[in-house]
């Protein structure tokens, strides 16, 4: 009985850990585009998939199909172009900067294979010229055609130059920053910064282009902000996306270590995964994840993250207002000064009926807009107005006053009146009644002398 007891409590505690988690960093909108674990709808199927990629301009895919020793590569149909058969466990992709290379790691037969892209003949070999491989994984290129191998069994990474000849490695077996302990993935910013994933020291460390240490994240667990086994990773302009092997997930970090995003779960579900090793995000946008013990590949569509834009204005477009609002904390301060972001920002404040909200943002887009400052103005004149007549229902007549003359200033010509006359009362203050009763006083007294006059007349 205290056993299960305890068992009930561990999934208690499992589940608000998870509720926990969703709430912390934000409830991932990813949809699931579609998933292949097959070859042209039949047999034979993928067997433990390790890496998809996508060419960087005809957009075919190409999936290290591990377990069946051979790639695949598929157009954007997803019908079959070409199979490689006969490597030596193939694990990391990369293509060379205009895509006419790709590079394919054979992780048994310790190098990596080069193919020419469009016939896919295989045209030369990269090996390191001191120490061999032992069971290299991942593999990244930059935009100057430099070529950066996981070396893992070595704990080491090793930089070869466009020419295929090594240039130099850096790191060791051990615990300190510069160290590895059988590191995977590698991916290159757009900066040249190295990133690694640490494997079974559960972490990412970042590195300078001459493979000096800069910073890390991450420890092992099953919270937020941690790792178990860390596969392959992938970077953006904007972002890092990080298989997290063990855990059953996807995480994804902003370029300086900040967590972003945690995704997915253990199953077979849609959107779920099992034991996740490669990550890509195309040239569309889209994210390609391995899900290598479900033995498939699963496209996912990540507009929140690689086109902003559209995604907050699908999100307006369905009044999801709160929805909105969240997803515009998470963007960096410079995509926040996006003139469309803005205007957005505005929309969002108009269907929530944030007055307040409205002049800020009207009054920042009047300022820095200089192409529709007009349009602004009259907008702002309007939101004077308006503001006004809820502080004058309220009694506070001064504040009012201001904001009605402000709103005049703005081009609103019909706040004219309401400011003279709150001016007026602001002037008459308690004697108003009395101005008022003589005012009416004077008006009697004329009617009643041309009365009398007209009766004299008549006389």
């Keep these: 009985m205290i056993c299960r007891r305890v068992k009930f409590l561990e999934l208690f505690l499992m ?20 998933a292949i674990d097959q070859v042209n709808q039949e047999p034979p199927y993928l067997d433990y998939p390790v890496f998809a990629a996508v060419h960087p301009q005809d957009g075919a895919l190409v999936i290290s199909d591990w377990g069946n020793n051979r790639l695949l590569i598929m157009d ?19 293509f060379s900067p205009q895509g006419e290379k790709l590079y394919v790691v054979e992780q048994e037969a310790n190098q ?29 290129v930059d935009s100057e055609g430099k070529i950066y191998v996981v070396d893992t069994d070595n704990s080491r990474i090793v930089v070869f130059g466009p020419d295929e000849k090594e240039i130099f490695s850096f790191g060791k077996e051990g615990i300190g920053n510069d160290e ?13 910064r190295i990133w690694v994933a640490d494997t079974i020291h559960h972490c990412i460390k970042v590195f300078d282009s001459q493979g000096k240490f800069l910073f890390r994240f991450g420890q092992a667990g099953e919270k ?15 972002y890092v996306f990080i298989s997290d092997y063990n855990n059953h997930r996807l995480k994804v970090y902003d370029l300086e270590g900040n967590l972003v995003e945690v995704f997915g779960e253990q199953g077979r579900s849609a959107g779920s995964f099992s034991f996740p ?31 902003p834009v559209e995604f907050l204005a699908e999100m307006l477009s369905q009044g999801e207002v709160a929805q909105f609002f969240e997803s515009i904390d998470r963007l960096s301060p ?58 004058k229902a309220q009694g506070r007549v001064e504040e009012a006053r201001n904001l009605f003359h402000r709103s005049f200033q703005f081009g609103n010509r019909g706040a004219l009146f309401p400011y003279l006359w709150n001016s007026f009362l602001l002037i008459s203050g308690s004697n108003l009644m009395l101005i008022i009763l003589g005012v009416l006083l004077v008006i009697l007294l004329l009617v009643f002398y041309r009365i009398k006059n007209l009766r004299n007349r008549r006389w």
Excluded: C, H
């Design 15 to 34: 589940f608000l850990f998870l509720v926990g988690l969703s709430s912390a960093v934000g409830a991932a909108t990813w949809e699931v585009e579609k």
């Design 76 to 94: 954007e149909a997803g019908d079959l172009i070409k199979v490689i058969s006969d490597l030596a466990s193939p694990v990391g992709l990369a």
């Design 112 to 140: 990596v294979r080069v193919f020419r892209w469009g016939d896919y003949s295989s045209i030369s070999v990269i090996r390191p010229e001191k120490t061999s491989f032992n069971q290299p994984r991942g593999i990244a």
């Design 180 to 192: 590895f302990y059988y590191p995977r993935g590698i991916a290159v910013d757009s900066e040249g």
């Design 224 to 238: 937020a902000e941690d790792f178990d086994r860390p596969r392959y990773l992938f970077t953006t302009k904007d």
């Design 277 to 307: 090793e490669g990550v890509w995000v195309d040239q569309n946008g889209f994210l390609w994840v391995a899900d290598a013990g479900n033995n498939r590949i699963q496209k996912f569509r990540i507009m929140s993250l690689t086109q």
């Design 334 to 391: 410079e995509e926040r000064e996006w003139p469309e972001i803005k205007k957005m920002i505005y929309r969002a404040y108009q269907i929530k009926g944030d007055i307040e909200g409205m002049i800020a943002q009207a009054e920042d887009l009047y300022l820095n807009e200089a192409a529709e400052r007009d349009q602004w103005k009259s907008e702002l004149g309007r939101l004077y107005y308006q503001k006004a007549s809820n502080l």
